[in-house]
């Protein structure tokens, strides 16, 4: 296994330290499925691919107010 750094929002890294460890090899690993299935499909553009991610989010619930708050959160 090789790692990598990700950043991430501070409310989502401290859940993840708080995390258990079997927990966290848990989120690693699906983490670690969700990047290679997103880069398995090369014919899917960046754009295409990040398109997709966002209108997932959206029908969870993310609004554009809530992700501004989310990339501004300190």
Same mark, same amino acid.
Request: net charge negative.
């Given at each position: 296994?090789? *790692? ?7 409310? %989502? ?5 708080? =995390?258990?460890? +079997? $927990? ?7 983490? *670690? ?7 398995? %499909? ?5 754009? =295409?691919?990040? +398109? $997709? ?22």
């Amino acid at each position: 296994m090789r *790692s990598i750094t990700i950043p991430l929002d501070p409310d %989502t890294a401290r859940a993840f330290e708080r =995390a258990s460890t +079997d $927990e966290q090899r848990k989120l690693c690993l699906l983490l *670690s499925l969700q990047l290679r299935a997103l880069t398995a %499909t090369p014919q899917k553009s960046l754009d =295409a691919i990040m +398109d $997709e991610i966002g209108q997932k989010a959206a029908a969870q619930g993310l609004t554009p107010e809530i992700l501004e708050s989310l990339l501004h959160a300190e």
